[in-house]
């Protein structure tokens, strides 16, 4: 079954460090990419999204990710980060069948947080 | 703007009563909407897919009478737990996707809903 995998439960970082969260997905066929930050008491939000062209995708609040298709990888990334971005984070993927889509699978999520 | 609420926020209930769990899109008509539940430190997993005006399409090991759906409208969709027991207790999650686009790319997400069933 297609999986996506996110390597880090919970990480701990200091202001100004940068970041890089993991995800993997388990599907070799064609995939739209998520990351969705939940914040402390708030719903998920959309952080950025991958669906074709260049492969590195900038988000909101300078956060990125890259799509490394041999890798099946689609990791965040942020070079410094803040006290704000304390939060949990969610990878999700879109599968791809002969054109339509189908559903969201979800990580496990990684939870972050920042000591100021 | 595509903000989607849900209500309650929290619910706490006896086993084998039923609870009813809105989900509404507030500034938006959203023609599909999602249900998700999450159990702690687990991945949000999709329950089903509501269309508006039909049926909705459950994943495989989502009870259909266990869990009904209802998309009445093109900003409503409620999910009803039935008879519930305390192993349905977890975060029940709704998002909605905007018209006009690919689904899954607009998708909004609830703040959820805490089940709890004692």
Redesign the interface.
């Known amino acids: 079954a297609q999986s996506?995998s996110q390597h880090n439960?919970h990480v701990i970082l200091s202001e100004a460090a940068s970041l890089e969260l993991g995800c993997n997905y388990s599907y070799g066929g064609t995939v739209?990419l998520?990351w969705?930050v939940q914040y402390p008491g708030?719903?998920?939000?959309?952080l950025l999204?991958y669906?074709s062209g260049d492969p590195l995708v900038k988000g909101i609040k300078g956060f990125e990710a890259e799509f490394i298709k041999s890798k099946f990888s689609f990791n965040l990334r942020k070079p410094s980060v803040q006290w704000s971005d304390t939060a949990e984070y969610?990878c999700a993927v879109?599968l791809l069948y002969g054109g339509s889509?189908g559903?969201?699978?979800?990580?496990?999520?990684t939870k972050l947080s920042v000591k100021p | 703007g595509a903000v989607v609420s849900q209500h309650p926020s929290w619910v706490i209930c006896k086993s084998g009563t039923s609870v009813k769990i809105e989900c509404r899109s507030l500034d938006f008509q959203a023609t599909t909407m999602f249900w998700y539940r999450q159990f702690p430190k687990q991945s949000l997993m999709l329950m089903a897919t509501s269309n508006e005006g039909s049926k909705a399409t459950y994943e495989q090991g989502v009870e259909k009478d266990k869990f009904l759906i209802n998309h009445a409208s093109l900003t409503l969709s409620t999910l009803t737990v039935t008879s519930a027991h305390p192993e349905d207790s977890s975060f029940y999650i709704c998002s909605a996707g905007l018209p006009g686009g690919a689904v899954q790319e607009t998708q909004y997400f609830g703040p959820g809903t805490r089940l709890l069933v004692l």
């Open positions: 996506v439960h739209n998520f969705y708030q719903h998920l939000q959309l999204k669906f969610f879109n889509q559903n969201l699978i979800f990580g496990k999520g």
